[in-house]
């Protein structure tokens, strides 16, 4: 689990919501247009949907 944001964060460790992956899974997944992501809103999806974030972690460290 871990590992999985670890490599998904890479070169935007300190800034996650700058990441163009994050940015993307988070579009297609919530259907948010990725260029309207920001600190603020990035926190907020995480926190509201967190269940499903740690869902797909676990899931994603599962399939590695």
Not at 25 to 45: C, K, N, S, V
């Amino acid at each position: 689990m871990i590992g999985y944001l670890w490599r998904a964060t890479c070169g935007y460790r300190l800034q996650p919501w700058n990441s163009p992956y994050l940015r993307w899974r988070l579009e297609t997944y919530l259907g948010t247009p990725a260029a309207d992501i920001d600190f603020r809103q990035f926190w907020r999806l995480a926190w509201d949907n967190r269940a499903d974030l740690f869902r797909f972690l676990r899931w994603a460290g599962r399939m590695r």
